[in-house]
């Protein structure tokens, strides 16, 4: 209906709660406590692997972390590929349930957009690690390092043709301008996220959505 806020379909992945589905095939945890465990090991492999990068990281080192055995790794993972790719999908779900709520909660596209903005950089400011993981990956698994850009363009392309089809925003947003979006946010994210703390994510994410509403043109 075109006075609804649609949230465009995802493909279902490893959101916090859901844990089970980072495991290697057959691997899927059985009971709340191996659950917990999973999760335990890719948080300290988000760390292992963003203090140290993929190739110094190790497997000991990311059961160290997770105060785990090593035998619990292997029960859920068959190698340290095996959980990269994981936590790489892992922490796009986390970017995405991060986010949702407060786009959802949105009065109109543009406040939309703010919102997922202004939540992208609190979000990488708590998870530093995030871009050093999603820039190696295009060479460790260049398919999840694709997935990762594609999956998260299809969910602004959709929001933005919604936010069209109730008349928010121009009729003709076209994948061009999700890509735009996503590219921007991204880099503002490393700019405001990861490298300063110098402005507010309110204020980057008050000037990107006057900027969205407006254009930068002086006509």
């Known amino acids: 209906m075109a006075g609804e806020r649609v949230q465009p379909a995802t493909v279902t992945g490893l959101s916090r709660g859901d844990t089970a589905l ?19 090991i890719l948080d300290a492999a988000a760390t ?5 990068g993929f190739h110094e990281a190790s497997v000991s080192g990311i059961t160290r972390r997770a105060g785990v055995a090593l035998g619990s790794f292997y029960t859920y993972f068959d190698s340290k590929d095996a959980v990269f790719r994981a936590l790489v999908r892992d922490m796009s779900d986390q970017v995405r349930d991060h986010v949702a709520p407060a786009i959802r909660a949105a009065p109109d596209q543009i406040a939309a957009e703010r919102a997922g903005l202004r939540e992208f950089i609190a979000f990488v400011r708590g998870h530093k690690e995030i871009y050093r993981i999603i820039d190696e990956s295009e060479f460790v698994d260049p398919e999840s390092f694709r997935l990762h850009y594609a999956v998260t363009a299809d969910r602004i392309a959709a929001r933005l043709k919604a936010g069209a089809a109730r008349g928010e925003i121009r009729a003709d947003v076209s994948e061009v301008h999700a890509w735009a979006i996503m590219g ?8 405001y996220g990861v490298w300063e703390d110098d402005a507010s994510p309110d204020q980057v994410a008050d000037t990107i959505a006057e900027m969205l509403a407006r254009g930068i043109g002086t006509r």
């Open 48 to 52: 292992e692997f963003g203090e140290k």
């Open 184 to 191: 921007m946010n991204v880099f503002l994210g490393l700019r």
């Open 22 to 40: 980072a495991a290697s095939e057959g691997k899927a945890p059985r009971t709340e406590r191996g659950r917990k465990t999973l999760r335990s």
